[in-house]
């Protein structure tokens, strides 16, 4: 499948899965590939200290947009913030401080489960309708899972009968259940735990939720160097280059080449156990060995991640 | 104060295994409670998330409020255990726990009826952010009082903020206390006269907002739980003393990535600054080092017998230097990843003083049994002597 076309799939991705497992590094890469491609990205982040914006060498994000690359802003996004844009938008203004400074909005949250959650995607769907981007990238809560994340519109419903935040709330579910304006992309590590969360989260999703899967990231993967047969006979192969290799250097080489292949092993399987458990595509980045998530590092990313949709077929 | 880790299976009464989430925590801290019960105490585990098969073969199959005892023949395979050593594993169920605190402080059963069936109620137990980590402590200060266990460890849920649960006590007596909500307890047409003006919009805003379904839920509940504060504070206070003891321990646990670490270094700052400190500090997933060759010299050996394969025309040379370029390349990937580890982990070495550190390698497979637990008690145990 043509990146292009791929990015212009759903305007909103919303980019899940576990602490740790790469949401950031997705949410970089695809932002990059979709620049590339000459569309404008928008990257909105709930908690606001994911390393988004130092991997883009920028200063840290706030509330109001800024820059990160040619074509990439990006924000935050707080439930508190986006109450207060919410009355205020209601013609509320006056009270809506209030309601913050006091704490009351706590009481209120806790009165109404998912309400929090509901203020944040609400206001992704302001922005959506607001046509603020071309993609709309939502780096989703880790701790929170995916699931309750995506749910609390329809709790919401059972919990408050009236008033405009039920209003707000079928908002919400009118967009994530339309594949043109939201698909939700779930990220993994090809190891055994992430990759059954991934999977029961999955079906969780589609069952409950009701919103458009989109390709499955599996991150970190090693990129596939071939040295298991070579790491058999290094001495040999020394005497045939004509170089020295000392017996303990050789050792270490070995010792190495076994690890990687046996890691590779490992999560060539965990990859295909998860593509037997759930039927969706694979986009495979790789492992970064040599730096952390960088400018650099994001372009090798977003390679891979353009690379990854265009071996997909064709929807 | 620190001690070691085999000082404080041995001797701790509460490890409290801290960090950010995906890092291992509830296995860590089902290894600590199994070498507590092999060195002969009577161990409890109270774990809050644990992955399936790990929960499987600690005998957990659904959230209970109870520990239940692990069969010895299970635990201790090779019969190598202390003869007086006991085991015992639980999954914290956050709503009843909290129920039974509810049940405890009521004066009558029909306050405790009334408050348990509140809507409001029945959203704080299970979905306040905070609930979990209060009920974690509050757990943690039962199985203290009334156990009968000589070592607890607790894991602590995977919070946003790796330290919530710290202040989980407090921010539950915050919101009881919330001034605004608190005119809310005055009978429904009292509040009316008494309430400012401004209080009366206030909460007629609110009822625009959410409905005033909502409101009278928390009006109800906020009635419900009139008089019963005075006991959930003292029990809140009794939690954070515990957590102070002598007794108490803290394990950080964390990986080598550079954001684990910044949320380590962070919550072992936190904990300084409210004079705790950190006993013992796990590594988990760290890369193998090979050898002590730099990466840089490998690098450049690969460049160089690339450079050399590929002025050849022999097949067989050519191959075979190709090889040891990519051999040479590979071994360069992993002392490169391994000195950033090594330099991701320094700030919060430094941090934590004199913890012990012990660092756990990649594990080919994931520990969902006893043999895997022991495997890891062993790279932790045994690994980490006579390291500086």
């Not at chain 1, 458009?212 to 040999?236: F, M």
Request: charged share 25%; net charge negative; glycine share 8%.
């Amino acid at each position: 499948m043509e990146l292009t076309r791929f990015c212009s799939t759903s305007r909103v991705v919303i980019v899940a899965g576990k602490g740790g497992v790469g949401k950031t590094t997705t949410t970089a890469a695809l932002a990059l590939a979709a620049a590339r491609a000459g569309m404008s990205v928008l990257i909105l982040e709930v908690e606001g200290k994911s390393g988004l914006s130092a991997a883009f060498g920028r200063p840290q994000l706030t509330y109001a947009e800024t820059e990160l690359a040619p074509r990439i802003r990006a924000r935050t996004l707080t439930p508190d913030q986006a109450l207060l844009d919410y009355l205020q938008g209601h013609g509320l203004r006056r009270i809506s401080k209030r309601l913050v400074n006091t704490g009351a909005l706590d009481v209120v949250a806790t009165a109404v489960p998912g309400m929090k959650d509901i203020l944040v995607l609400g206001k992704v769907k302001q922005l959506d309708l607001d046509r603020v981007a071309d993609l709309i990238l939502l780096d989703a809560p880790a701790a929170g899972h995916a699931v309750s994340f995506l749910l609390s519109p329809r709790g919401l419903l059972d919990a408050v009968r009236m008033g405009p935040i039920r209003k707000q709330a079928s908002d919400v579910i009118d967009m994530l259940s339309d594949p043109a304006r939201c698909q939700v992309m779930l990220v993994t590590i090809p190891e055994e735990t992430p990759v059954n969360e991934l999977v029961d989260t999955a079906f969780a999703i589609e069952d409950r939720v009701g919103v458009k899967l989109g390709p499955v990231v599996v991150n970190g993967c090693y990129p596939q160097v071939d040295v298991v047969e070579s790491g058999s006979d290094i001495q040999h192969d020394a005497e045939l280059a004509d170089v020295f290799v000392s017996p303990r250097e050789a050792h270490d080489l070995a010792r190495a080449a076994e690890f990687r292949a046996r890691r590779q092993e490992l999560q060539a399987s965990e990859a295909d156990r998860l593509a037997d458990l759930l039927p969706l595509p694979q986009v495979r980045l790789p492992f970064l060995f040599h730096a952390e998530l960088g400018p650099d590092e994001i372009d090798v990313l977003a390679d891979a991640f353009t690379a990854g949709i265009e071996a997909l077929p064709v929807a | 104060m620190t001690h070691s880790l085999d000082d404080l299976v041995e001797h701790g009464h509460i490890v409290i295994c801290c960090g950010t989430g995906g890092v291992g925590k509830t296995t860590s801290a089902a290894v600590l409670a199994l070498e507590g019960a092999r060195n002969g105490r009577h161990a409890v585990v109270v774990t809050i998330d644990p992955a399936k098969r790990l929960a499987h073969a600690l005998g957990l199959a659904a959230l209970s409020n109870t520990p239940h005892e692990i069969d010895r023949a299970l635990w201790d395979g090779d019969g190598e255990a202390a003869p007086t050593g006991r085991l015992a594993a639980m999954m914290l169920d956050t709503k009843s726990t909290f129920d039974t605190l509810v049940s405890r402080y009521a004066e009558t059963p029909e306050q405790a009826a009334r408050i348990l069936q509140n809507r409001f109620y029945r959203n704080i137990s299970g979905a306040l952010s905070g609930t979990q980590e209060y009920m974690a402590m509050e757990k943690l200060h039962e199985l203290h009082e009334d156990g009968g266990y000589d070592l607890i460890v607790v894991d602590t849920p995977p919070s946003r903020h790796a330290l919530d649960f710290l202040d989980a006590p407090q921010r539950l007596m915050r919101l009881l206390d919330n001034h605004v909500f608190r005119l809310l307890m005055m009978p429904t047409r009292a509040y009316l006269r008494v309430a400012s003006v401004a209080v009366q919009v206030f909460l007629r805003t609110i009822s625009k907002v959410v409905g005033t379904e909502v409101v009278e839920d928390v009006v109800a509940f906020f009635r419900a739980f009139e008089g019963m504060e005075q006991g959930f504070r003292e029990r809140a206070g009794r939690v954070i003393e515990l957590l102070a003891d002598e007794g108490t321990r803290f394990v950080l646990v964390t990986t080598p990535r550079r954001d684990a670490v910044q949320e380590a270094e962070f919550f072992a700052q936190r904990l300084g600054e409210t004079g705790i400190d950190v006993d013992a500090l796990i590594v988990n997933r760290v890369h193998p080092r090979f050898g002590d060759e730099s990466p840089e010299g490998l690098r450049s050996r690969a460049v160089e017998l690339a450079a050399r394969a590929g002025t050849t025309d022999e097949p067989a040379i050519k191959s075979a230097g190709s090889r040891l370029a990519s051999l040479y390349d590979n071994l360069a990937d992993f002392q490169e990843i391994s000195e950033r580890e090594g330099h991701h982990l320094a700030g919060v070495q430094e941090r934590v003083g004199s913890a012990e550190i012990a660092h756990v390698a990649f594990l080919a497979n994931d520990v969902h049994d006893f043999d895997g637990l022991r495997a890891v008690g062993r790279l932790l145990f045994e690994g980490s002597k006579g390291r500086e």
